[in-house]
């Protein structure tokens, strides 16, 4: 039988779950395969310039999010995904409360520009 999950009680309950400022929680939802984790996200964040080593898919549930490109901003509201590709500079920007899922491999590596 599969499970119901609640996005934000991820966001309290994952004992180790990240936060980043002004107010975002990161917290794990699911793993699939043993390759692919689901992670739930809330909150308000202004995040730093990074790329990974693997793809993201970020879907938002509520709210709006955008993330910097270096070739401009996409804007993704309730309903909508923005895809980051492997090794594109990229970063967060969540001006008020959103919540969303993202979808990456197990351990993916975020690399900061300095």
Do not use: Y
């Not at 119901?4 to 794990?28: F, I, M, S």
């Not at 395969?33 to 509520?62: F, K």
Request: aromatic share 4%.
């Amino acid at each position: 039988m599969g499970r119901k999950l609640d996005l934000r009680a991820a966001l309290v309950e994952d004992p180790e779950r990240l936060t980043a400022p002004p107010a975002w929680v990161n917290g794990e939802l699911a793993r699939i395969r043993g390759d692919v984790v689901v992670h739930a996200g809330g909150g308000r964040l202004d995040g730093g310039w990074h790329s990974q080593d693997g793809d993201e898919c970020l879907v938002v549930v509520a709210g709006e999010l955008v993330v910097e490109f270096e070739d401009g901003p996409l804007r993704a509201r309730r309903g909508e995904a923005i895809l980051i590709g492997a090794g594109e500079w990229h970063r967060a920007w969540v001006p008020v409360d959103c919540l969303l899922l993202s979808v990456e491999p197990v351990g993916m590596r975020r690399v900061r520009r300095a």
